[in-house]
């Protein structure tokens, strides 16, 4: 994002980055794991406690925070380039939200990991 901000057209292709991304593997993957997340955090009755929050957190941190916060800002700002209407102040408000958001969604997936290691018995 940094590289980004520091380029005159950032914001579309920033746009051009996330219509790439959104493919069907891209999909499979985020969707799979978000469902196989929540069913183990949930309903699994076999595993320790810590596993189970690891997947609530990952569940949470990964996909509600990318549904609910990173998705929208997404929409917002294609929608800006696409209409090319308050493209610099959506992209401004963009740099700031996206990477809070994302590093939300970073720092779940660590501590997910994490929590999820202290339930291997090695």
Known sequence: MPALKEVKNGAAIMVKINKVILNAVFKIIFIFSAI??????LFASDID???RVACVIFFIGTFVVTIFR???LNERLKNAVDEQEDVN???RLYLV??????HVRTASA????LLASFSIHW
Do not use: D
């Not at 660590?110 to 990991?113: G, Q, S, T, W």
């Open 36 to 41: 196989s997340s929540a069913y183990l955090g």
């Open 49 to 51: 406690l810590a596993y």
């Open 89 to 91: 102040e959506t992209w």
């Open 97 to 102: 939200s996206w990477v809070k958001w994302n």
């Open 110 to 113: 660590i501590l997910a990991v």
């Open 70 to 72: 990173n998705v929208p």
